[in-house]
């Protein structure tokens, strides 16, 4: 029904967000190093910071709802090989 394609706009909508806008910007603005997986940005515990309010930004423009930000830190040490 109707709420499934609203579902559906929301997320297109919102990965046209993180995969366009906000990547571009990150990169003008020499906010580096980044990757994106799915729904996430990896990067360094120095731009976390700067992620967060360019996600804030874009999706306050398309008035989006902001969705809650999780941080999960990667520690190489405790990775079993």
């Known amino acids: 029904g109707s709420y499934k394609n609203l579902s559906n706009m929301m997320q297109r909508i919102e990965a046209r967000i993180v995969t366009g806008a ?6 003008k ?3 580096r190093p980044f990757t994106t997986i799915h729904d996430s940005f990896w990067t360094i515990a120095s731009n976390e910071e700067n992620v967060k309010r360019q996600l804030s930004i874009f999706f ?3 008035k989006v709802p902001e969705p809650q930000f999780d941080t999960t830190y990667y520690h190489p040490e405790t990775v079993d090989e």
């Not at 906000?22 to 990169?27: G, I, W």
């Open 22 to 27: 906000v990547t571009n910007r990150l990169v």
């Open 29 to 31: 603005m020499r906010i």
């Open 60 to 62: 306050a423009r398309y």
